[in-house]
């Protein structure tokens, strides 16, 4: 059964620096390509920054260019999004999504219909 699950979420101060996880169980993370998206109170799903399924190339949302970065540990199973600098407006949930490579084309635009299989995803707060 193929599973995500989230972690690392919570209250941070802006400017923070937390670490979401996202592991995998049930299949290989090395075979799909990866995304983080978020989902502010009243607005849609969004995507942050996708993952490649060679793990080679990354692609980025505007408003997280320069501060957020993914990962991949492929002995873990897990992948990983480093947040700098938070702001207020990267409050949300969210969410780790998988899609086996092959099917996975267009991954780079980092959007939510491209993936199949979800986490429950996290709460990232951003608050002084």
């Known amino acids: 059964q193929l599973q995500l699950v989230e972690s690392g979420g919570g209250l941070v101060q802006p400017g923070g620096s937390p670490r979401l996880s996202c592991a995998a169980s049930?299949?290989?993370?090395?075979?799909?390509?990866i995304g983080w998206f978020r989902q502010a109170p009243g607005k849609e799903r969004e995507g942050v920054t996708c993952?490649?399924?060679?793990?080679?190339?990354?692609s980025f949302a505007d408003s997280v260019k320069g501060r957020f970065t993914i990962s991949r540990d492929n002995a873990k199973n897990t992948v990983y999004l480093q947040m700098n600098s938070l702001k207020p407006e990267d409050t949300g949930t969210y969410y780790c999504?998988?899609?086996?490579?092959?099917?996975?084309?267009?991954?780079?635009?980092?959007?939510?219909?491209?993936?199949?299989?979800w986490g429950q995803g996290t709460q990232v707060t951003v608050s002084s």
């Open positions: 993952l490649s399924s060679s793990g080679g190339s990354t």
């Open positions: 049930g299949f290989t993370l090395d075979d799909y390509a």
């Open positions: 999504a998988a899609e086996r490579g092959e099917s996975a084309s267009y991954w780079w635009l980092c959007v939510q219909a491209d993936f199949g299989s």
